[in-house]
């Protein structure tokens, strides 16, 4: 018999003593080792979101509605209509459902009674910002409403709400606010009385909706009361009649005051306020 060849059931060596080949064995520890796969990596920029799931957060409705919205184009991004299923958008972008912008985050309205030496920009690289003293006021994106010089001080109010910041902008029907001024000298009643009645600088009419002395102080200390976002054109004014201005502090803003805030502090706006906020 031909060493090569075996008896029925003998034509395959197995295990030991059956010479020098072996079998495949998957005993314990000859078991073969398992490649530990590393996870998936997600694809895609992290700050980017479903647009579904960007409108569905905003509150108007759930994804699946708002993919039956997006198909009939009445969301745009950037000004431009997106149809598109799956499209990504950043927290950054403009997202308007319908005509009116949308937001994701929930809605925060806080008021800081801002300090001397503090720039209002939300731009880095300024040095110290009113951004820095509201930090800690709440994870939504917040943006101050006007601005309020680094040497000014007083009410500043900050939030994510378009329908509330463009109550600001319309210089003559938006929400009023009260500076206290103080001069660097004297301010004569005939300037007081040319301000009160509204001057043409380069030909743009400057209108206040109030200004005068302050009771009990000196004349270089003014009141004055004016629908504009900015301080630049308070500057101006006083810059006209040739005074310059030692201290600026807003006092109010609209309804809103100081009242039980520490200067460098702030607060949320309480239900009322905003409410009444939102009415004038």
């Known amino acids: 018999m031909n060493k090569n060849q075996g008896s029925k059931g003998k034509g395959k060596p197995s295990g030991r003593g059956s010479g020098n080949t072996r079998s495949t064995s998957y005993a314990r520890g000859n078991s073969p080792v398992k490649k530990n796969n590393p996870p998936p990596k997600?694809?895609?920029?992290?700050?980017?979101?479903?647009?579904?799931?960007?409108?569905?957060?905003?509150?108007i409705c759930s994804r699946r509605e708002a993919d039956a919205h997006i198909a009939i184009g009445l969301v745009t991004v950037n000004g431009k209509v997106i149809t598109e299923m799956g499209y990504k958008v950043k927290l950054e972008d403009e997202v308007r459902y319908d005509g009116a912008r949308i937001n994701p985050e929930a809605?925060?309205?806080?008021?800081?009674?801002?300090?001397?030496?503090?720039?209002?920009?939300?731009?880095?690289?300024?040095?110290?910002?009113?951004?820095?003293?509201?930090?800690?006021?709440?994870?939504?994106?917040?943006?101050?409403?006007?601005?309020?010089?680094r040497h000014s001080k007083g009410l500043l109010l900050f939030t994510n709400d378009d329908s509330v910041a463009s109550k600001f902008t319309n210089s003559k029907h938006g929400v009023a606010r009260l500076f206290h001024i103080e001069l660097d000298k004297n301010l004569k009643l005939e300037d007081l009385k040319k301000i009160q009645g509204?001057?043409?600088?380069?030909?743009?009419?400057?209108?206040?909706?109030?200004?005068?002395?302050?009771?009990?102080?000196?004349?270089?200390?003014?009141?004055?009361?004016?629908?504009?976002?900015?301080?630049?054109?308070?500057?101006?004014?006083?810059?006209?009649?040739?005074?310059?201005?030692?201290?600026?502090?807003?006092v109010a803003i609209g309804h809103l005051t100081k009242k039980d805030i520490p200067r460098g502090s702030w607060k949320h706006l309480t239900e009322q306020e905003l409410n009444t906020l939102k009415m004038l």
């Not at 008021?111 to 880095?124: I, R, V």
């Open 42 to 59: 997600k694809s895609g920029n992290p700050d980017e979101i479903r647009l579904n799931k960007y409108i569905a957060n905003s509150g």
């Open 107 to 149: 809605k925060a309205y806080v008021l800081l009674n801002k300090p001397k030496g503090f720039a209002t920009t939300t731009s880095e690289g300024k040095g110290r910002t009113v951004m820095d003293l509201v930090a800690n006021a709440t994870t939504s994106r917040i943006k101050p409403i006007g601005r309020l010089g």
């Open 198 to 250: 509204g001057f043409k600088v380069e030909g743009k009419l400057i209108e206040v909706e109030e200004i005068s002395y302050i009771d009990g102080a000196s004349k270089k200390e003014i009141g004055l009361k004016i629908k504009n976002t900015g301080n630049t054109i308070i500057r101006t004014i006083f810059e006209y009649f040739k005074y310059d201005i030692v201290s600026l502090d807003c």
